[in-house]
């Protein structure tokens, strides 16, 4: 699988958090640390991204799929990221566009594995058939306690299916995404999402700023 490795040309970042983290108000500050230094960008989420993983998106979130079961709801969300990965992630990374991606491969660890109680070996044994080596280069890790995430999101007017989760669904989540931050502290940053927005994207434009400088740009 030597061919997994050659994209490696842009870099890779995944924002991640529970629901009304902010993210995806943060991804546009991300997109801008990155262009103001040249670096073409391109946004993106998951589930889907593609053409086929958009459709398996509204399949995911529609409330009329009640009652899916988590082996069901993993191996949706790893045939989206398959067709995420061939047909925009890793082209767009072989030519050297940055991919800036809201929710990747921890939000299945987080929520089906935290979430939902499936085995994280079984997602590791998906993720390795489907990325291969293949690994974001940096996280965004936005955490808040559950109830202020809801509180920010509750006023939406048909919650989807995660959306009508309880309370401790999200909990299990909130924990696993803390657990994986302290398993891979060079590659995941946390960031205090509960703060006034202006004062996240402060610790989003820092975190990016020590990232290029890692990485020499
Ligand atoms: N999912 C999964 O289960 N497994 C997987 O592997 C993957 C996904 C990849 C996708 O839903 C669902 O798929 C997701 C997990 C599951 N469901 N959940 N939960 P989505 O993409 O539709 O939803 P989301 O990713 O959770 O996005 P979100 O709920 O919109 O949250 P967000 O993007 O993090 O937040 P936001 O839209 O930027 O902000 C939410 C609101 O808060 C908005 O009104 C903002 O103006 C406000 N906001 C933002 N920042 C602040 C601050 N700092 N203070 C106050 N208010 C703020």
Redesign the pocket.
């Known amino acids: 699988m030597g061919y997994l490795n050659s994209y490696k040309k842009g870099k890779f970042i995944t ?1 991640e ?11 546009a500050v991300v997109r801008r640390c990155l262009e103001e230094q040249g670096i073409a960008v391109l946004t993106t ?4 991204g593609s053409p086929v993983g958009e459709r398996i ?1 509204t399949m ?2 529609d409330p009329g799929c009640k009652g899916m079961v988590a082996a069901t ?1 993993v191996l949706l ?1 790893f045939a ?2 398959a067709e995420h990965l061939a047909h925009k992630i890793r082209p767009a990374l072989e030519q050297g566009t940055w991919v800036l991606c ?11 594995g935290g ?1 939902r109680g499936v085995d994280p070996e079984r997602i590791a044994m998906l993720e390795a058939y489907v990325q291969g080596s293949m690994r974001p280069d940096l996280t965004l890790l ?1 955490d ?1 306690p559950v109830a202020s ?1 809801l509180a ?2 509750g ?2 007017s048909a919650p ?1 299916r ?2 009508s ?1 309880a309370e401790g669904f ?1 909990e299990g ?1 909130r924990t696993r995404y803390l657990a994986i931050a302290r398993s891979h502290p060079q590659r995941v940053r946390l960031i205090d ?5 202006e ?2 994207s402060a610790q989003v434009r820092k975190q990016v700023a020590g990232f290029l400088a890692r990485v020499g740009r």
């Not at 989420?45 to 889907?48: N, V």
């Open positions: 924002l958090g529970i629901e009304g983290a902010g993210k995806t108000t943060q991804l989420r998951e589930p889907g998106r995911l979130l709801e969300l989206a990221r809201d929710r990747f491969t921890d939000a299945t660890y987080a929520y089906q979430g936005f808040l995430g920010r999101v006023k939406r989807d995660f959306e989760e999200f989540v999402a509960g703060l006034p927005v004062q996240v």
